[in-house]
């Protein structure tokens, strides 16, 4: 009988981390996902470590990032959860492009946001609603928001036309009897 000794060096597994930055977008806006507490990062879902990413659907998603340190090839895992939300719809429109002196349209966008910001030749008006009351010539479009998602409208023209300038004249002589025109 005889005995022989071996060294063994356990390590301890990484305490892995993940970010998100943000972890609430916007459909069509990027995130950066970010691994701690190891060497090398692999996410999953085409995410490259460090690198901005932009989803493409809306919803709640979590990925999962495994990292490993090189000398052991001990790794663990670390999840994110993420927000991508949805742009508001927004559908204006407008009875009539032309208008006369004095009256007033009504602008209009489908409702479905939770704010409406409407703006005159670029310029904020004040109200919050999925109708504004336009009664002067130019541009008019609406920015709908959901959060921090907007989505922007067309631009709507209006046209205020000035009445038109009459004039009567009347050719009379000094008398006029019943029955004459």
């Given at each position: 009988e005889n005995t022989a000794t071996i060294d063994v060096t356990v390590y301890d597994n990484p305490i892995v981390t993940a970010t998100a930055t943000p972890d609430e977008i916007c459909i069509g806006e990027s995130i950066t996902f970010t691994g701690g507490g190891a060497e090398t990062y692999v996410w999953d879902g085409g995410i490259t470590d460090g690198v901005p990413f932009t989803p493409a659907a809306t919803g709640t998603f979590t990925y999962t990032v495994?990292?490993?340190?090189?000398?052991?090839?001990?790794?663990?895992?670390?999840?994110?959860?993420?927000?991508?939300?949805?742009?508001?719809?927004?559908?204006?429109?407008?009875?009539?492009?032309?208008?006369?002196?004095?009256?007033?349209?009504?602008?209009?966008?489908?409702p479905g946001a939770e704010e409406y910001d409407w703006y005159y030749n670029n310029l904020l008006q004040p109200g919050n609603s999925n109708t504004f009351s336009a009664e002067l010539t130019?541009?008019?479009?609406?920015?709908?928001?959901?959060?921090?998602?907007?989505?922007?409208?067309?631009?709507?023209?209006?046209?205020?036309?000035?009445?038109?300038?009459?004039?009567?004249n009347v050719n009379l002589d000094n008398e006029l009897c019943e029955g004459e025109t």
């Amino acid at each position: 009988e005889n005995t022989a000794t071996i060294d063994v060096t356990v390590y301890d597994n990484p305490i892995v981390t993940a970010t998100a930055t943000p972890d609430e977008i916007c459909i069509g806006e990027s995130i950066t996902f970010t691994g701690g507490g190891a060497e090398t990062y692999v996410w999953d879902g085409g995410i490259t470590d460090g690198v901005p990413f932009t989803p493409a659907a809306t919803g709640t998603f979590t990925y999962t990032v495994v990292g490993s340190i090189g000398a052991s090839g001990c790794e663990n895992t670390a999840t994110v959860d993420i927000t991508v939300n949805d742009l508001p719809t927004v559908t204006a429109s407008v009875d009539a492009s032309e208008i006369c002196e004095g009256e007033t349209i009504f602008l209009e966008v489908a409702p479905g946001a939770e704010e409406y910001d409407w703006y005159y030749n670029n310029l904020l008006q004040p109200g919050n609603s999925n109708t504004f009351s336009a009664e002067l010539t130019g541009e008019y479009f609406v920015i709908a928001s959901n959060g921090d998602c907007n989505s922007q409208s067309e631009t709507m023209e209006l046209d205020v036309l000035d009445y038109p300038e009459v004039t009567l004249n009347v050719n009379l002589d000094n008398e006029l009897c019943e029955g004459e025109t």
